[in-house]
Each structure stands twice: as structure tokens, then as C-alpha cells.
């Protein structure tokens, strides 16, 4: 028989508000409506949140998966991971965050990335034609989701009709496209496209009215990752302003685009900055609420909302038959973002990590 585990007296995030204080029951690896407690947790005082979730991030190994679990962060979607054995490896791991990948992403051929000394020759897309070929090997990977960079025009990025046709390409087999944009013209790139989701935010100028607005009116999600742009932007020499995109993210929050949390976590060599997994999710909260955003809408877009926008229906809200998946803490983190760092416990499909 699977360990029934009650949490006992504590007020549960719904993705609107917090209920009164309430017991939720945990049944193996699956939230129950009821149930006979062989453990009980005192959650008097306390939020119970749904797992968190990074919408950007990136992992090298286990010990990233670890670290993402320690600070309630139960699931990580990587934004780009090779080989795939590897990426296969990271998916199958237990009792530690779990991850979604893109596996290889779509670059131009004189782009950073593709000059990176490890990144395969798959991913490097010069024509329409490389596009498609591009995305049919992403779905023999098994890749949750596509994504692409629009760094610049060629000769260093993919012009607008091969980014078109790999966001095409996706769409016509049902993939959600990722579009790594760090400049506006590089956004508008993604935007003419038809990409699902924008990742990162400018750090050149702030977005421009009309493409904000083409933006809200063709359903773009937004997952800005401050945290990124605050540490490139902060680089000894950068011309690159945090503002501009911090000030991006406002006018996002006011025209209605919805908003995800990730961080572009990562702990590789040479990456633009070092930011942390784990901790660094509920820094970007922090920078998203001195962006607008409510603490509230902050929360949804970690949980619920992130939950809804990649398809995992089983996660994101504290309901009977959703996985197990739970940050206890102290506080009210709906009145004060903050508090979702006061972790008690967390649990992932029903075992609590240690």
C-alpha cells in the first residue's frame, strides 16, 4: 500500500488566491481527494504551492536537477541539450526535478552558437529546405517542444523564410516553438514568424509599440528570464541596458501578454552568466514583480500558467489526480513574493525530498 501523507491546516494556491486553511491529501505518487494518514505535516501558517517550474533553463547533469529540487523547482524546461543519449539520461532521472527538452536547437550558421566547439552540425539551419529537415529529426528525438535562435540576419542568423518554415514545420506537427530573441529586431524575427513563445527580452531598446501589440493579438507567451538579461546586462564594458528590457516586460504586462518564469538557468563554461537553478527562479519572481507583474501573476506564471502553455496536464494545480508535486512554505507568498523562498518541504510525484 502507497504511504498516505496529509498536510494539515494550510492555505492551498489555486492560481487565483489561496484557499482557507485546508488538508490535502498525498497518495503514492498522486494528490487524493481523501484518504487515512499514515504521515502528517503541520502546514498551519504555511501556502502550499504547486511544484514550480523554470520555463528556461539548461542542464549538464544531475547535480542541476538536484539543485532545482532543493528550491521547490519540480520541473525544468531545458532550452537546449545534445547528444541525445545525454538528454535521454537527464529524462529518466528520479527523485530530483524532472526535465522537458528541446534536445538540438535551430541556429544560423555564423551565429555564436554554431561556433560553439561542441554543438552538433544537425542544428545549424541555412535554408527553408534545412528547415523541415531540421524538425523531423527534432521529432525522432523525441523533442517536447522546438527551439530556435534569431540572433541576427545572415550571414550569423537563419533569414525570415527559414525561420518561417521551421516554425511551420513545427506547427504542422503539433510542437510549440521557442524563439530565443536577446534584440528587438531578433524578436521581431520570431513575431513575423509566428513563434508560440518569446524567450529572454531585449536588452538593445526597449520593444516597440506595434510589435508588442502584434505580439498580444497573435497569442505570443513571453518567458522574459531577468535574470539573464540583469547578469549580461552587468558585464564589465556591456552597452547592453537591463532596462530595456526590464521596462519590455512592463509593457508586455500591460497590453495583457501572458508571462511564464524562467531563468535561463545553467552551469556551463562560457556561458554569457552564471545563473543559478533553484534559487534563481525565485529571484525571477522578484524581478518580475518589480517589472508589474503582481505576486500573484508571478505564481501562475510558474505554476498554472507555465502547466497550460507546454501541455502538462497532470501538474501546476493542487487538485485529486494531479501529480504530487508540492512546495510547502511559510507565509503568504500571494501578498509578498518573497516568501516563496521560506521552503518547509517539498515533495515531487509524492516522496519528499530530503
Do not use: C
Amino acid at each position: 500500500m502507497a504511504t498516505v501523507t496529509a498536510i494539515d491546516g494550510v492555505r492551498v494556491f489555486t492560481g487565483e488566491g489561496l484557499t482557507e486553511p485546508r488538508r490535502v491529501y498525498v497518495e503514492g505518487a498522486a494528490i487524493v481527494a481523501a484518504g487515512t494518514p499514515d504521515v502528517v505535516v503541520d502546514g498551519t501558517g504555511k501556502t502550499l504551492l504547486p511544484g514550480l517550474i523554470d520555463t528556461h533553463m539548461h542542464v549538464l547533469g544531475r547535480q542541476d536537477l538536484e539543485n532545482l529540487a532543493r528550491w521547490g523547482v519540480t520541473t525544468g524546461l531545458d532550452m537546449a541539450a545534445w547528444p541525445l543519449p545525454f538528454v535521454t539520461g537527464m529524462r529518466a532521472q528520479t527523485g530530483v526535478a524532472q526535465i522537458l527538452s528541446a534536445t538540438t536547437p535551430a541556429v544560423g550558421a555564423g551565429g555564436a552558437h554554431a561556433k560553439m566547439p561542441t554543438f552538433p552540425v544537425d542544428g545549424i539551419v541555412e535554408s527553408p529546405q534545412e528547415a523541415r529537415a531540421f524538425v523531423e529529426r527534432r521529432v525522432a528525438d523525441g523533442a517536447d517542444y522546438i527551439k530556435i535562435v534569431t540572433e541576427a540576419a545572415p550571414p550569423e542568423g537563419m533569414d525570415q523564410e527559414t525561420v518561417d518554415a521551421v516554425v511551420t514545420s513545427a506547427h504542422e506537427q503539433g510542437l510549440l516553438v521557442v524563439a530565443h530573441s536577446v534584440t528587438a529586431g531578433a524578436l521581431r524575427v520570431a513575431v513575423e514568424a509566428g513563434s508560440d513563445i518569446s524567450t529572454h527580452t531585449p536588452l538593445d531598446a526597449v520593444l516597440d509599440d506595434e510589435t508588442v501589440h502584434r505580439m498580444r493579438t497573435s497569442g505570443m507567451i513571453s518567458s522574459p528570464t531577468l535574470s539573464m538579461m540583469q547578469g549580461m546586462a552587468s558585464a564589465p564594458g556591456s552597452a547592453r541596458r537591463y532596462e530595456h528590457a526590464r521596462d519590455t516586460v512592463t509593457k508586455y504586462h500591460r497590453a495583457g501578454i501572458p508571462i511564464l518564469v524562467g531563468t535561463d538557468a545553467n552551469s556551463a563554461e562560457g556561458a554569457p552568466f552564471a545563473v543559478n537553478h533553484g534559487e534563481s527562479l525565485h529571484g525571477e519572481m522578484e524581478l518580475l514583480v518589480e517589472a508589474g507583474l503582481t505576486p500573484l501573476e508571478a505564481l501562475r506564471g510558474a505554476t498554472v500558467l507555465a502547466a497550460q502553455t507546454f501541455g502538462l496536464d497532470d501538474r501546476g494545480l493542487i487538485e485529486p489526480g494531479r501529480r504530487a508535486d508540492l512546495v510547502l512554505v511559510d507565509g503568504d507568498p500571494t501578498a509578498n513574493i518573497t516568501a516563496t523562498r521560506n521552503i518547509v518541504g517539498v515533495w515531487i510525484a509524492g516522496e519528499r525530498v530530503r
